[in-house]
């Protein structure tokens, strides 16, 4: 594996932990979603984009339409904690209504962001609602969100990497690292 960047602490799961994880969580996808009809993968930008591209890819689905959509919110601005304000910054661009939905999440900590997203969508009418998150702070959860499909539980530490940004930064990282804490605490 290419070197670790210096602002990370330790590595959580490398590049090959997260990709069979994942696969597992397809494999899952595959045979719960056998029988649907359309199924609409929503991947929650920015967090998610690189757990939601491996994902679709590891779902096997020839006799469903399945189609991705994407939706920006905005919620920590350059902070560590969870307001549980969600701002849409950009909407679905496709109908929900009478399809099989996954969201598909970064990370939860209390749970209100996805909280807020499992209400918006399911006003829209959907055949079903689920979440597929990649990581929960099982110690962090405030709010009884349900989650379908979880890649790992995690300790309350900041992440970064796959995806996961510290003011903007680190998504580009292949593997799940905490951020040192000298990076962010004051
Ligand atoms: P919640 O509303 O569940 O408390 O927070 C969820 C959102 O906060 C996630 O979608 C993510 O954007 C951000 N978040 C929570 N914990 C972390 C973390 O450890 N690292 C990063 N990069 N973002 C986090
Ligand atoms: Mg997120
Ligand atoms: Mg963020």
């Known amino acids: 594996m290419s070197e670790i960047h210096p602002n990370v602490k330790r590595v959580l ?3 090959d ?4 994880r994942v696969q597992e969580i397809g ?3 595959t045979n719960d979603y056998k029988d649907s009809k359309d199924l609409v993968l929503i991947g929650i930008l920015k967090g998610s984009f690189m ?9 096997n689905l020839p006799k469903t339409n399945v189609t991705l959509d994407f939706m920006a919110i905005s919620s920590y601005g350059h902070s560590t904690n969870s307001s549980g304000v969600v701002r849409i ?3 679905l661009k496709s109908n929900i209504e009478g399809k099989d939905v996954i ?8 749970g209100l962001t996805l909280n807020h997203l ?10 079903s609602l689920h979440t597929a998150v990649l990581l929960r702070k099982k110690d962090g959860i405030k709010i009884d969100v349900p989650c379908r499909y979880i890649g790992f539980d995690i300790p309350m530490v900041f992440i970064i990497g796959y995806g996961l940004d510290f003011a903007e930064n680190y998504r580009e990282l292949p593997y799940l690292g905490e951020l ?5 605490k004051k």
């Open 51 to 59: 757990f939601m591209s491996d994902l679709v890819r590891s779902i």
């Open 27 to 29: 494999k899952q996808i």
């Open 17 to 20: 932990d997260i990709k069979n």
């Open 103 to 110: 969201i598909v999440e970064d990370i939860i900590d209390s």
């Open 13 to 15: 799961y490398s590049a």
């Open 180 to 184: 040192r804490e000298e990076c962010y």
């Open 89 to 91: 910054l950009m909407d």
């Open 118 to 127: 499992v209400e918006l969508l399911g006003s829209r009418k959907p055949n």
